[in-house]
Nanobody
Framework: QVQLLESGGGSVQAGGSLKLSCSAS????????FGWYRQVPGKEREPVSN???????NYTDFVRGRFTISQDSAKNTVYLLMNNLKPEDTGMYYC????????????????WGQGTQVTVSS
């Protein structure tokens, strides 16, 4: 059974930092793309950042320069380092593995974690 488990969320003041982790069990993260999403009550889940299977990264304009996405293949974990947090960054953060063709011919699947809450106060 595949499980993605996010952690690292919490409550911080504006300007602070958090590092979110997403650990996978039953699924190898390296060789597939993945991303981080944010959702606030009453709004749709929106992408924040992603990394493709080659390591290329993308960031939404609002977080570019403040957030850094990364992965540790040995730990089968992906991360989102969030610096200079703003109250507008508040939300539930989810990691997701992207479906499609992966490295070495593997087939990547679409999985979501359960989310971790980030609250930034002014």
């Amino acid at each position: 059974q595949v499980q993605l488990l996010e952690s690292g969320g919490g409550s911080v003041q504006a300007g602070g930092s958090l590092k979110l982790s997403c650990s996978a069990s039953g699924y190898r993260l390296s060789g597939c793309g993945f991303g981080w999403y944010r959702q606030v009550p009453g709004k749709e889940r929106e992408p924040v950042s992603n990394m493709n299977l080659y390591g290329a990264t993308n960031y939404t304009d609002f977080v570019r320069g403040r957030f850094t996405i990364s992965q540790d293949s040995a730990k089968n974990t992906v991360y989102l380092l969030m610096n200079n947090l703003k109250p507008e960054d508040t939300g539930m953060y989810y990691c997701r593995t992207y479906p499609g063709s992966g490295s070495g011919g593997r087939v990547c699947a679409d999985y979501w974690g359960q989310g971790t809450q980030v609250t930034v106060s002014s």
